[in-house]
């Protein structure tokens, strides 16, 4: 999965790609088509267009000029041939299930899945009488014997939440594609300048662009990137569910991009440093970050990504209420849900995502009541650490 030698750095494609070859009135930035439709001059230019020997747009749920370049910059950052953007991360992900599961098929996914998710999977698949088996993330051997004649699709994200497990993509392909079983993987918590999946063979990537793409904690949005031929039936799909992106969100993202590759850097970095600085407080009783060797799949990260993302998660030595007490003394962190935005962004599980799990179920699932989910933001290193320092002794 490593950089091809015919493609430009990813400061270089982040901030040109997608756009460089596309005239606006000799507008530097893509202008916001702010517009629901678009006219056509006369009967012979759309039924030119109906026949498919002109290329334009014709209604705005269908396709904008703005969103056509985000498409075309997301392709040429995650190496694929198409792109689709949605009005959010689980409007790509549902889209992506209803467009590409047949009536009854069966679907594989891992347990540290997006909460949302796994609820539409729970909620609405089973509708369309879509069997779900769960595998534990990382587990190829069991993705092997889970697989069945009728699975469709196998599901992941790489790095899970809130484990940061990190699947091994290229052996995970291998294992699906024996069974003519398609690969999803959601790589949110990587961005494309940490990992690329359709390198390592995946059809699918998705991402809620809410996070890192944008990067600025402003916007909303998903999509997905794959060959030409696996996104026309999920761009189809996104045209008759209708959960599209809005020109101005599409334009916001579009200039989150331009600096991706310089945020994920510092966001890697600052995460990096510290998740070495938290394991070695003492009161502090776990680390998780892919890149520390203590990482269950620290070296699957190591050979399939370039950084490791943002989020280091943790557990304190203390109970709830001292957990509360650590995250509310946090001076620089806002307590918010979500990642990948400038701003670092603190939370607990236990209040934020799974508040309404069972305290036995979600202590099952390693939910402990003192688990801390930390999103990095690019702040300076020094200042989130000497915070986290006054912090832990607020405990
Ligand atoms: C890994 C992952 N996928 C998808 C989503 C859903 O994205 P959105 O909030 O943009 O709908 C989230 C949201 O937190 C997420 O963390």
């Given amino acids: 999965m490593g950089k091809k030698p015919d493609r430009n750095g990813d400061s270089t494609r982040s901030v040109h790609a997608g756009e460089r070859d596309h005239h606006f009135a000799n507008s530097v930035t893509t202008p916001i088509?702010?517009?629901?439709?678009?006219?056509?001059?006369?009967?012979a230019e759309l039924c030119a267009f109906q026949e498919g020997r002109l290329e334009r747009e014709e209604y705005g749920r269908y396709g904008n000029p703005t969103w056509a370049a985000v498409e075309r910059k997301l392709c040429e950052l995650e190496g694929g041939e198409s792109a689709v953007l949605f009005a959010s991360g689980m409007c790509a992900a549902t889209t992506l299930f209803l467009a590409l599961l047949p009536k009854g098929?069966?679907?594989?996914?891992?347990?540290?899945?997006?909460?949302?998710?796994?609820?539409?999977?729970?909620?609405?698949?089973?509708?369309?009488?879509?069997?779900?088996?769960?595998?534990e993330p990382a587990d190829t051997k069991a993705l092997a014997a889970a697989i069945r004649d009728d699975t469709a699709l196998f599901f992941t994200e790489s790095p899970t939440?809130?484990?940061?497990?990190?699947?091994?993509?290229?052996?995970?392909?291998?294992?699906?594609?024996a069974r003519g079983v398609k690969v999803v993987i959601d790589s949110t918590f990587a961005s494309p300048v940490s990992q690329r999946a359709l390198d390592g063979?995946?059809?699918?990537?998705?991402?809620?662009?809410?996070?890192?793409?944008?990067?600025?904690?402003?916007?909303?949005?998903?999509c997905a990137i794959g060959s030409a031929e696996a996104i026309a039936p999920v761009?189809?799909?996104?045209?008759?569910?209708?959960?599209?992106?809005?020109?101005?969100?599409?334009?916001?993202?579009l200039r989150g991009l331009k600096t991706l590759s310089l945020r994920v850097e510092r966001h890697n970095a600052n995460a990096l440093r510290m998740a070495r600085w938290l394991e070695e407080q003492d009161a502090v009783r776990r680390v998780w970050y892919p890149g520390l060797e203590s990482h269950p799949d620290h070296s699957t990260a190591a050979k399939l990504m370039r950084g490791f993302g943002g989020v280091v998660t943790f557990e304190l030595e203390t109970d709830l209420e001292g957990a509360m007490r650590f995250v509310d003394a946090c001076r620089i962190p806002y307590i918010a849900p979500s990642l990948g935005g400038v701003e670092s962004l603190i939370e607990m599980p236990v209040t934020m995502s799974f508040w309404d799990v069972p305290r036995e179920e979600r202590m099952k699932m390693g939910i402990t009541d003192s688990l801390i989910r930390y999103a990095c933001g690019i702040e300076d290193c020094d200042d989130l650490i000497a915070d986290l320092e006054q912090a832990l002794r607020a405990i």
């Fill in 161 to 177: 939440n809130p484990y940061l497990r990190v699947i091994d993509i290229e052996e995970t392909v291998r294992v699906c594609h």
């Fill in 105 to 135: 098929a069966h679907l594989i996914v891992t347990g540290d899945c997006y909460r949302r998710t796994r609820q539409f999977i729970r909620d609405y698949l089973v509708k369309l009488d879509v069997e779900t088996t769960v595998i």
């Fill in 201 to 222: 063979g995946a059809d699918y990537v998705i991402h809620s662009a809410t996070k890192f793409l944008g990067g600025h904690n402003d916007l909303l949005a998903g």
């Fill in 33 to 43: 088509f702010q517009t629901s439709t678009f006219w056509f001059k006369d009967s």
């Fill in 235 to 253: 761009r189809e799909a996104v045209g008759v569910l209708g959960g599209v992106i809005d020109p101005h969100a599409a334009y916001l993202l």
